[in-house]
């Protein structure tokens, strides 16, 4: 999926940067679990003041 970037395992899980639309999720989490993922928790990660300055600041989309 050309719209998953910056996959890293940190600690136990998964995080990774979305480019895509809030909407296009759903899919993303659908191939995660076709694929053998076992997900156990999907969500968006809350925005913090320095994520909210690189992406203004830089023009970052994840």
């Given at each position: 999926?050309?719209?998953v970037v910056?996959?890293?395992v940190v600690k136990?899980?998964?995080e990774m940067?979305?480019?895509g639309k809030r909407e296009d999720l759903p899919a993303v989490h659908k191939?995660?679990?076709e694929a053998g993922v076992p997900v156990v928790a999907f969500y968006p990660?809350?925005?913090n003041l320095e994520d909210l300055f690189?992406?203004?600041s830089t023009?970052?989309?994840n």
């Open positions: 999926m050309p719209q910056d996959v890293a136990e899980h998964i940067g979305f480019t191939k995660l679990v990660k809350p925005e690189l992406r203004l023009g970052a989309t």
